[in-house]
């Protein structure tokens, strides 16, 4: 007999939020109860889900003292929100996982990626953390490879959607005109600006994918460094990924491994929906799509590559529930 559980969203009407909600419709999570909490502004806001009508509460701190207690909470409402209540969460006996950054270099808080490092679950103390975006897709397309040929060093180069930024970049894009999400227009432009600038010239946003990385790999001396640029799509998250390996490769090798990987799709040219991996043919997907294989001649042991996902699933909705569906068999 199949265990259920109940399960509460936290920031239930934001864009990932209303994700995680399909998501485990879709892939019939085993949820008897379902709790939706957000701000004060968006209670009382019904949202349909499974052939039911669910109002939203006001997220506070006895929202997860329901009567038969909350399973797991998946939490996708902003890192403040996260440090607040995600502690609360957990001394009422659930299992949080968080969808932002506020835990993701917590030491004590594992951070990851099922087809990566499920094993870390298994030493979490009440906070799993979801990492970032564009971290969870260049990670299951790299760890494969690092199992065989073991990553010496990498070079991020990102093209990411404005659904990234939320419902704000989302409007920014569709008016066209001044925004109110990012520091200049998006129309007709592409931003190398994500997140708050690091005394190191580094954006916090780069800084996420080299830090995440490293945690996520288990690798915590590998020399990564990272460029990342908001571009006009609206969901779907590119990345060329430059990587250089200890041990030398052939490309067939490569290819093979990443086609037999969990998650992965390889986009080689050779038939299916596109020769090569685009945000438009990502959305509404959860695979990694991997295509441009081809060596790095410049030197020894470089491979290039061109990553691409749908950002509000892999990149964090589905992620998360893949993450609760792992905690369901521990």
């Known amino acids: ?109 594992p951070l990851v990626v099922p087809e990566v490092n499920p094993d870390d679950l298994a030493r979490h103390k009440g906070i799993i953390a979801n990492p970032n975006c564009s971290t969870i897709q260049a990670v299951v397309a790299l760890n494969p490879l690092h199992k065989v040929y073991h990553l010496k060093r990498i070079v991020y180069a990102t093209y990411q959607a404005v659904s990234g930024a939320g419902m704000g970049g989302w409007r920014d894009l569709e008016s066209g005109g001044a925004p109110t999400t990012f520091p200049f227009p998006i129309k007709g432009n592409c931003i190398p600006h994500i997140g708050d600038f690091c005394d190191n010239g580094y954006t916090k946003e780069e800084m996420k994918m080299i830090t995440e990385t490293r945690k996520i790999l288990h690798e915590p001396e590998l020399r990564v460094t990272a460029t990342t640029v908001r571009v006009p799509v ?57 295509g441009r294989i081809r060596r790095d001649a410049s030197v020894e042991n470089g491979l290039s590559m061109w990553v691409v996902s749908d950002n509000l699933r892999k990149g964090a909705a589905s992620n998360a529930v893949q993450i609760a569906e792992r905690l369901t068999k521990i």
């Not at 968006?42 to 997220?59: K, M, Q």
């Not at 590119?238 to 990443?258: G, M, Q, R």
């Not at 992965?264 to 299916?272: A, S």
């Open 1 to 109: 007999m199949v265990k259920a559980y109940n399960v509460a969203i936290v920031g239930a009407t934001g864009m990932v939020g209303r994700e995680i909600l399909k998501i485990l419709e879709e892939r019939h999570f085993p949820a008897t109860n379902l709790y939706l909490f957000a701000t004060a502004r968006s209670a009382d806001t019904i949202i349909s889900w499974n052939g039911g009508n669910y109002t939203v509460e006001e997220l506070t701190q006895e929202s997860f003292k329901k009567s038969g207690g909350i399973d797991i909470a998946l939490f996708s409402a902003g890192g403040d929100t996260s440090l607040r209540f995600a502690p609360i969460a957990v001394e009422n006996g659930c299992t949080v996982v968080d969808n932002s950054s506020a835990w993701r270099m917590d030491e004590s808080v």
């Open 234 to 290: 609206f969901t779907g998250h590119s990345e060329a990924i430059n990587a250089e390996f200890e041990k030398p490769f052939e490309l067939d090798a490569v290819a093979a491994l990443l086609k037999n990987s969990p998650g992965v799709t390889v986009l080689d040219g050779k038939g299916g929906v596109a020769p090569y991996p685009m945000p438009l043919y990502a959305q509404g997907t959860d695979d990694v799509y991997v």
